[in-house]
């Protein structure tokens, strides 16, 4: 099942978060909204817009490649993961305490944007 990375993240209005992503460069902003909408370049988003055949991660071939999956539980990005996030496996409520230039950073050291 598809969990969508924005409803999970954006339940709320958060000020702090609202300038940081106003404060980017076009660039970042780019896969900061990605990274929170899921409509990026990952594999399972590609393999829906008919671009890619395999929806599957290519750093743990173990799941889709979701947002969700890559900030939260990909195995090959758990020591990334922990230094970045504070943590080897996140849940989605973990997730939304986390500032989005955490996210950011994370997102750009994975290899995957």
């Given amino acids: ?51 890619r055949e395999n929806p599957k991660c290519p750093l743990c071939d173990e799941e889709d490649e979701t947002s969700l999956h890559l900030l939260s539980k990909c195995p090959a990005t758990m020591l990334r993961r922990n230094a970045l996030l504070g943590a080897h496996q996140l849940s989605p409520l973990d997730l939304r305490g986390i500032h989005w230039a955490h996210l950011l950073k994370f997102a750009k050291t994975s290899g995957r944007f």
């Fill in 1 to 51: 099942m598809y969990v969508c990375v924005y409803a999970l993240l954006l339940q709320r209005f958060n000020r702090s978060f609202t300038r940081y992503a106003i404060g980017l460069g076009k660039r970042d902003l780019r896969i900061l909204v990605g990274l929170l909408t899921g409509h990026n370049w990952l594999n399972r988003h590609m393999s829906v817009m008919g671009l």
